[in-house]
C-alpha cells in the first residue's frame, strides 16, 4: 500500500457493473504518437491555482502578524472578509486594515466561537492565524465536517491549501510554493524570480490584455478559436516585452489589420505603418482645408 498522502485507492463506478466491459479495453490506442513527448508525472505536490474569492465571503481567526498578511492576500483578491480576534491581540497592520478597509472587512472583537461556522452566511473559505494549537484544532474539524476549505496558518497536516510566497505586479502574480519543506527559502527564491524578470513585465501584460479585448471584437466567433489563439501567441513573440509595454491605440489598430490574413507585423513595421498613415491623413485634412 501506497504511503498516507497516496493511500486512496480506485473505486468501481456506481454505473458499472461485472456485466461491463473493462474501460480500459474502450481506450483508443494512438501507434503515432510519442509518449515520452508528454510531460512527467511527478506525484506528492500542489495544485497551484488562482482561486477567484471576488466578492465571497471569508473567515479570517486570529489578528496577529500573520493574519496581517493574510489580509493583503485577501483584499488583493476582493474577498469580503469577517475577522475575529479580540482587539488586545491586533498587530498595528491589521487594525490599520480594519479601519481602511471597512467595506471589505467585518470585524468581530472577541474569541472565536465555534457557533461562528454555521451563523456567518455562505463562508467560502477558512483561514487561521492564532497561537492556540487546541482552538485551531476545533476549528480544523469543525470546518471538515461542514466541508469548508481551511488554512491552520502553523499546522500543515490541518491545511486543505497552503500560501505561497507571492510577486505581485499589476496584473502578474507570480507564486512560489516548496509544499511546505522551506516557507523562508520560497520567499527567498519569490525575489530571485521577481528580479529576473524583465523590466515594464506588469505594462506588458496590461497590453496585452487590452489588444486581446481587441481581438475579440474584431474576431469574435467561437469558431475563430484556434486562429486567434495562434495569432495572438504569435503577437507574444515576435514583439519585445518593452515593445508590448510602450504599445499605442494606433500600434493595436495596424497590428489588428493583419489578423484576417495571419499576418503578426513586427513593431517596427507597425510604427512605419501607422506614422505613414499620420501623414497621409495630416495631408487629407490639409486638402480638405
Ligand atoms: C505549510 C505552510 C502552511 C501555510 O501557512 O499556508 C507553512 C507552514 C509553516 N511556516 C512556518 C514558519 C515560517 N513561515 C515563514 C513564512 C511564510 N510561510 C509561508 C507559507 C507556509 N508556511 C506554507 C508552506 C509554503 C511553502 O513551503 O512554500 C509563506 C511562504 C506564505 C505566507 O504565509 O503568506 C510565508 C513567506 C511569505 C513571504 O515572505 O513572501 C517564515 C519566514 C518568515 O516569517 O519570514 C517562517 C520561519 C522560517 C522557516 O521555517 O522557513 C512554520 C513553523 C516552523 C517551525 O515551527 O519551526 C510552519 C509550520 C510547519 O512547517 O510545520
Ligand atoms: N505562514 C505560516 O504558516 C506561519 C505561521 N506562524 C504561526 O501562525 C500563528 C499566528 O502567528 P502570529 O500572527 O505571529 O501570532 P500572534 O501571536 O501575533 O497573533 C495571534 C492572534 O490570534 C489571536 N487569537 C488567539 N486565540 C484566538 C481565538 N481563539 N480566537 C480568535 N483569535 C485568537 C490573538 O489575539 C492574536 O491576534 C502562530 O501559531 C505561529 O506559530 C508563524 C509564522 C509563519
Redesign the pocket.
Known amino acids: 500500500m501506497l504511503p498516507a498522502p497516496y493511500a486512496s485507492s480506485t473505486y468501481t463506478h456506481p454505473t458499472m457493473t461485472s456485466a461491463t466491459p473493462d474501460p480500459l479495453s474502450l481506450v483508443p490506442t494512438f501507434p503515432d504518437e510519442d509518449p515520452s513527448t508528454y510531460p512527467p508525472i511527478q506525484p506528492g505536490g500542489s495544485l497551484i491555482l488562482a482561486w477567484q474569492v471576488r466578492n465571497k465571503r471569508v473567515l479570517l481567526?486570529?489578528?496577529?502578524?500573520?493574519?496581517?498578511?493574510r489580509l493583503v492576500h485577501l483584499l488583493n483578491a476582493d474577498a469580503l472578509i469577517t475577522l475575529?480576534?479580540?482587539p488586545?491581540?491586533?498587530?498595528p497592520e491589521?487594525a490599520h486594515r480594519l479601519k481602511t478597509h471597512q467595506s471589505r472587512i467585518t470585524y468581530v472583537p472577541?474569541?472565536?466561537e465555534p457557533t461562528d461556522l454555521t451563523t456567518i452566511p455562505s463562508i467560502s473559505l477558512v483561514l487561521?492565524?492564532?497561537?492556540?494549537?487546541i482552538?485551531?484544532t476545533e476549528?480544523y474539524t469543525q470546518c471538515k465536517k461542514l466541508n469548508l476549505p481551511v488554512?491552520v496558518?502553523?499546522?500543515?497536516p490541518e491545511c486543505d491549501f497552503?500560501?505561497g510566497s507571492v510577486h505581485r505586479d499589476g496584473p502578474l502574480q507570480i507564486m512560489v510554493s516548496t509544499g511546505g519543506n522551506g516557507?523562508k527559502l520560497a520567499a527567498m527564491i519569490r525575489r530571485k524570480v521577481a528580479d529576473s524578470l524583465p523590466k515594464q513585465t506588469a505594462e506588458a501584460i496590461v497590453k496585452v490584455g487590452e489588444l486581446r479585448k481587441m481581438l475579440r471584437v474584431l474576431a469574435p466567433g467561437k469558431e475563430e478559436g484556434g486562429k486567434r489563439m495562434d495569432w495572438m501567441s504569435r503577437v507574444c513573440e515576435v514583439w519585445e516585452f518593452e515593445e508590448l509595454a510602450g504599445m499605442t491605440k494606433v500600434d493595436m489598430e495596424v497590428l489588428l489589420e493583419g489578423y484576417k490574413d495571419g499576418v503578426v507585423r513586427g513593431f517596427k513595421e507597425v510604427r512605419l505603418v501607422g506614422s505613414v498613415r499620420e501623414g497621409e491623413e495630416e495631408d487629407d485634412k490639409r486638402e480638405g482645408a
Open positions: 481567526v486570529g489578528g496577529g502578524n500573520v493574519a496581517a498578511t475575529i480576534a479580540p488586545a491581540g491586533l498587530h491589521t472577541r474569541h472565536f487561521t492565524a492564532i497561537d492556540d494549537p482552538a485551531s476549528i488554512n496558518a502553523d499546522v500543515p497552503y500560501f516557507p
